[in-house]
């Protein structure tokens, strides 16, 4: 099992440049999700899926977009990026619901938008 | 929606001693609190988890209480050692209705050799 994997590790945008972070997971779990991480904010939810074809928003969903077509696959779309995007982005994905089994990380993506 | 206020933001002990970290939420319907470890670089990885029917979990070095009367609980690290230090985060959610899992703002714990 890969678990959760993530592309790319490194990213370096210009303002307004758009790009897709891809997020793939080999363990047949239905929930996804993605984070971002910033320093002293903690793990914020962008967005999330409960299954291929469901998705809705989290805690920062504006400027990004979601789709799940696949059970294995949820990538985030970052339409127009803007200096406040630069993080670092988690995907991770668990069986449903949450707290019946353990969230699995990716390794992240940082992103910085210049 | 919940919210999870984590404390205190920085900690610093002596290897040997123990260390304890606290969160509170807001939301008296969520019932599920895991602790992620991250160590400098990496992703966050689950160390602990209880569930709202349960007041107490230990497993080795690392225990976890809950009050849910004062909608607070706590990750407790007796004998700490080197490799614990980290960036801990706290976190909870309700496994019916709205599945989000919503997370402290992280403690970084420092094991002083």
């Known amino acids: 099992n890969a678990g959760v994997t993530q592309t790319p590790k490194f990213q370096v945008l210009k303002t307004g440049q758009s790009m897709t972070l891809q997020c793939a997971q080999d363990m047949n779990h239905e929930y996804m999700s993605w984070y971002r991480q910033d320093p002293g904010m903690g793990l914020r939810l962008i967005h999330y899926?409960?299954?291929?074809?469901?998705?809705d928003q989290g805690e920062v969903p504006n400027g990004y977009n979601v789709s799940r077509s696949t059970t294995e696959d949820f990538p985030l779309r970052l339409l127009s990026a803007a200096p406040s995007q630069t993080s670092v982005y988690f995907c991770?994905?668990?069986?449903?619901?949450?707290?019946?089994?353990?969230?699995?990380f990716g390794p992240g993506t940082r992103l910085t938008v210049t | 929606g919940e919210n999870v206020e984590q404390h205190p933001s920085t900690l610093s002990v002596q290897e040997g001693d123990s260390a304890v970290i606290k969160c509170t939420y807001s939301d008296s319907a969520s019932n599920y609190f895991p602790w992620y470890k991250q160590e400098l670089g990496k992703r966050p990885q689950l160390i602990i988890d209880i569930r709202s029917n349960v007041g107490e979990k230990k497993d080795q070095r690392i225990a976890v209480t809950l009050n849910k009367t004062a909608k607070h609980f706590s990750l407790h690290i007796t004998e700490t050692q080197p490799e614990d230090s980290a960036v801990y985060f706290c976190a909870a959610s309700t496994n019916f209705g709205n599945e989000k899992l919503t997370f402290g703002t992280g403690t970084r714990l420092t094991i002083i050799p």
């Open positions: 991770a994905s668990s069986r449903r619901p949450v707290g019946v089994g353990e969230q699995y």
């Open positions: 899926s409960v299954g291929a074809g469901i998705t």
